[in-house]
């Protein structure tokens, strides 16, 4: 069996019960860091906190020399530990369906993760995300084209950043949107290390966000639609939003 | 202090180590089952594996009411358990806010929710999401239009079904739905029990669906817009999806 649990967002105590029991009970257990990261632990305090030895995966024994893990899990219990929540990644939905198709059996312990902790850190209300992006280090014209079709519906956008070969930061990520298309004017929200004792939230339009300190990673940004006059409200407390942001209420 | 604490989606083994910590060091503990409900367990499990005395909380405890919930964390550490991840909901959202307005310190400790599970279940990818909405009970218009805009951005809609008075199945949803629009033709994912041992995940027309046994609640659905090669994959793997679906691969 091949199981898949969720570490959550920050540190080790981020797992849920269940899964802790369940890779405790495992034959094997592994972790990989490169989907994502957390910030706030190691490799050998989650070993002891799990008290079990475990190895660590690669990039490429998630994508093309997978076919091994996946036989190891024929006929013994795999655990793969993944930082957040297991199948937000499409990495693990493929690994999934590579066993599933060979016959063996899968689960899934899922965890907190980052679109969850933007709701909370923000007061944004789940149901007005749209799609999602990734700002990458290669300029492409994705993230614009979904924050546009997004706007297009009146929904937010959370946008991810690049974490190869190092995390993007909030300014990062802004001057490269800003070097695509026209978008300094938009108002949006930064967020830094999510999950943490520490977040650091902020809203204002992209181009002031700019140059605001947010901090060490990991980043996200959400670019807003129009709000809830709630939302509103949220963001002036949660996010110091400053009050022309009203302009933007519905 | 007032802590938010997610129970994730099925039984009292869904809640991170964090969370258990904090709820067992916490003054005072309440539970809310308004907003969503566990399936996998009960007040009575919940209190055991916690070790502590919870009290339940009413509608109208978190809603007109809930002033006296703010005042009691005023001077002692309150902690709010809530199925799924806390934020999700917007009652909470707002209960935080009047704490932070009248200086009460707030914290969230996220956890595993639907929005999470439906990907892990479907092997749908998050980023292809829409916003969603909520099928309720009295008849409305609005379901319909958010599959309409995420349609025309080529993104997936996830729909909640009314909990009030009881919990709407898939079935009941797909007629009301049928009612109001001319979508019966749409592909969809019904996913019943999501986070439980036994889930059921089912793709077919939307038409179809309505005559596949799901089970017990709670139950959501997935309306599809265009899906990705490995979308398509999973879900003739993970969903018994019919070749035909063939059709919306883009």
Known sequence: MLIFVGMGLWDEKDITCKGL?????????????????????????????????????????LEEKSRW??????????????????????????LRLEAEKRGIKTKIVNAGSIINAVCSLTGLQNYKFGKSATVSWMKSRVPLDVIMQNLSINAHTLLFLDLHPKPMT??????ILVDTGDVGELFAVGIARA????????CDRLERLKSYKFGDPLHVIVVLAK??????ECLRVFAHAPEELEEIVE
């Open 21 to 61: 029991e369940i890779a405790r009970r495992s034959d094997e257990v592994y972790i990989e860091f490169y989907t994502s990261k957390l910030m706030g632990t190691n490799l050998d305090k989650i070993e002891k906190f799990i008290g079990k030895k475990i190895k660590m995966l690669e990039r490429s024994d």
């Open 69 to 94: 893990i996946v036989e190891r899990a024929k006929d013994r219990t795999v655990t793969i530990l993944t930082p957040g929540d297991p199948m937000i990644a499409t990495t693990h939905s493929s």
């Open 170 to 175: 909030i300014r990062d990520a802004i001057n």
């Open 195 to 202: 999950g943490s004792e520490n977040p650091v939230v902020r």
């Open 227 to 232: 709000l809830h006059f709630m939302e509103y």
